[in-house]
C-alpha cells in the first residue's frame, strides 16, 4: 500500500495550479485562448504530416496561414453588417420598447389571459442614455488610456498579438510537451494514468471541437435563415442564438423569444414573418438534434444538461470570464474521474460485502 504522506505533494502542486489560476485570471486569458486554438488545430497539423509527409513546421505554417487569413476574410465580411445591424438596432431600441408597452404587452394580456406590468420608459430611457454616454466617452478616450497607461498597451498587445503568437509556439512544440508530460506520470501506474488520459482528451476533443463546430453551424443557420425570413437584426440575433447554444437550449430560447419580438416589430401582428421565424428555429433544432450533435459530439461528454448550466455558472462566479471558458471542460474531465471513482467502488471489498454475519459458533447456519 502507497505511503499517504507521499500524496501530499500532488495535493500541494493541484492547490497551487488553482491557486495561480485564481491570482492570474486576468491576463491568462490571451494563453487560454491560444491553448484553445492549439488544441482545436492540432489534429489538422498531424493530419498534414501523414498524409502529404510534411515536417512539424511547415504543417504548421500551413495551419496558422490558412486559419489566419479565413479569420481576417470572416471579419472584413461580417464586421460592417454587425456595426449596421447595431446601429439600427440602437436607433430602434425606444421604438420597439414604446411598441411592447403599446401593442406587444396588451397582444399577450389579450391572447393569454394574464396581466403584465408596462415597461418602465423613464427608467430604460434613462439607462440606455447613461449606457451610451459611457460608451461612447470610452470609445472617445481610449487612445489616451493607452498612451497613459501601461496595463492598458499589455492588454491590447495581448489580445492583439498574442493569442496566435501563443497559439503558433504550442501547435510548433505539441508533441514534445505530450512527450514530456508523459515522462512524468510514475511508472508503476503509467498504464492507468494514460489510459484516463486518452479517455479524458476524447471527452475534450468531442466537447471542444465538436460543440465549437456546432456552435458555428448553428449560428450560421439561424443567421441566413433569418435574413432570408427578412429580419434587419438576423445575423445578430442569429450569431447570438449560435453562442448561445453552448448551453442547451439558451441559445434556441434566446434567438426565437429576440427574433419574434423584431419580427412583431418589423412587420406588425402578422403571422407569416413570425411562422417563417419559427420555422427557421424548428430547422436549426432539428439539424442540431438529428445531424450536429450525432455526428460531432455523440454521446461522448456525458454531461447532463443541468449540470452544464451549474459548471457554467460556477465557473463565472469563481474566476469570471477565465472560469466560464475552463468551466466545461474542467467538469467533463472531473466527470471522466468520477466514472473511475464510480467504477473501483462497485469492483470494492466494501461494495461487493453481502452484509450477511457469520454464525456463531455451535450455532447451524440457515439453509
Known sequence: MSNPMNRWPLVAAAAAACWLVWALQSILMPFLAGALLAYLCNPLVNRLMRLWNLKRGTAVTAVFSTLLVAVTIFLILLLPVLWRQFIYLESRLPAL????????????????????????MDLISGWLSSYWQEAGSAAGNVLTRVAQ??????????????VPVVMFYLLMDWDKLLKNLHGLIPLQHERRVSGIAAECDEVLSAFVRGQFIVMLLLGVIYA????IAGIKLGILIGLLAGLGSIIPYLGFTIGIIFASVAALFQFGLKLDPLLMVWAVFMVGQILEGWVLQPYLIGDKIGLPPVMVIFAIMAGGQLAGLVGMLLALPVAAIIMVLLRHAHDRYRSSDFYQRTGTAEPASGEEPDL
Do not use: C, H, Y
Request: proline letters at 2%; glycine letters at 8%.
Open 224 to 227: 441566413v435563415g433569418l435574413q
Open 97 to 120: 420598447l414604446r411598441w411592447v408597452n403599446r401593442e406587444g404587452i396588451p397582444w399577450l394580456e389579450k391572447t393569454f389571459r394574464i396581466d403584465l406590468d408596462r415597461l418602465d
Open 149 to 162: 497607461s501601461s496595463m492598458d498597451i499589455l492588454s491590447l498587445f495581448g489580445l492583439i498579438a498574442l
